[in-house]
């Protein structure tokens, strides 16, 4: 499991063990998110542990993607 999980797709794996659940709700350095309407952006410049709900025009803002296709994350 390589990218940020909702807490959606967290509640609905009850059978993790810790580790699983540390790396899922880890908030990491570096990620990068958009919003999709009006293009603003945002970086975590402070890491930890929780769950990170962006919102922006009132929809939930995407994590953005390198050329990989996976998000960016450190």
Do not use: F
Not at 9 to 27: G, K, R, S
Not at 36 to 43: A, E, K, P, S, T
Not at 45 to 69: A, E, F, H, N, Y
């Amino acid at each position: 499991m390589d990218e940020t999980m909702d807490a959606s797709e967290v509640a609905a794996m009850p059978d993790w063990d810790l580790e699983e659940w540390e790396h899922a709700l880890t908030i990491r350095v570096g990620t990068a998110y958009a919003c999709r309407q009006c293009g603003n952006l945002i970086m975590v410049t402070r890491g930890g542990v929780g769950v990170l709900d962006l919102v922006c025009c009132g929809k939930p803002m995407q994590p953005v993607c390198t050329d990989s296709g996976k998000a960016t994350s450190t």
